[in-house]
């Protein structure tokens, strides 16, 4: 009889440990899908978040026609093959040129990093204050930073997980439409130095600026904060 009690009081035991060794995960679980809750279906302008999208792939699989042809802003055409132009992806090419290369460099890239859903997706909104939208893509790709190898940097290594990229563009209205006014950075924030690109970002993934419309969070972007 004694040793009867002793084995179920051991097993009693040993479900409860087991009980309590499961709550932490569950909670862990329950946290990670509260913790996506700022995440919405669109900000503030829709038709801006779909050219975002699509002007990203153009970018991360680094297409220069569609860039500069179906994205760009007529002044930042005429920026961008012009000699006051610091961007060497663009510096050596005329509109011919330009017109003529039509291939991806890396076609596929942005399905891959999108497919993972492990990415950051946001957009900053200056709009009424400065007319311009500054978005954020973070993820990882398998041919790591896209654009021409010696050109202009189009990517910052992100520094919570060096194995992603941090991309960035800013679109502004043109004749009712929106259109790329820098491909590679945020020219209205004039954050030129790599601390205060970080310190942005991480204002961005922290998601909690009135400003900031976070359209898709990973599962390595997840933060306490949100």
């Known amino acids: 009889m004694k040793k009867w009690l002793l084995a179920s009081l051991g097993l009693l035991l040993a479900l409860g440990l087991s009980a309590c060794g499961d709550e932490p995960s569950k909670e862990k679980e329950e946290g990670a899908k509260a913790n996506t809750t700022d995440v919405k279906k669109a900000s503030a302008s829709p038709e801006a978040d779909q050219v975002a999208k699509q002007a990203f792939q153009a970018i991360v699989d680094w297409n220069v026609r569609e860039i500069y042809e179906d994205y760009s802003s007529k002044e930042y055409q005429e920026y961008l093959i012009s000699d006051k132009s610091k961007d060497t992806n663009f510096q050596d090419l005329d509109r011919q040129m330009i017109h003529e290369d039509d291939e991806s460099l890396v076609p596929g890239e942005y399905k891959q990093l999108i497919d993972s859903k492990d990415y950051f997706f946001a957009v900053y909104d200056q709009f009424k204050e400065k007319g311009a939208l500054d978005y954020v893509l973070i993820g990882s790709t398998e041919y790591g930073s896209s654009g021409s190898g010696d050109g ?11 194995d992603m990229y941090v991309y960035r563009l800013e679109l502004i209205k043109e004749d009712g439409k929106w259109k790329l006014n820098a491909y590679q950075n945020w020219p209205n924030f004039n954050d030129w130095t790599t601390k205060k690109r970080e310190a942005r970002v991480q204002e961005m993934v922290k998601g909690d600026n009135e400003a900031v419309t976070v359209l898709h969070r990973g599962k390595s972007f997840v933060t306490d904060s949100n």
Do not use: A, F, K, Q
């Open 152 to 162: 202009t940097p189009l990517t910052d290594i992100y520094s919570d997980n060096t």
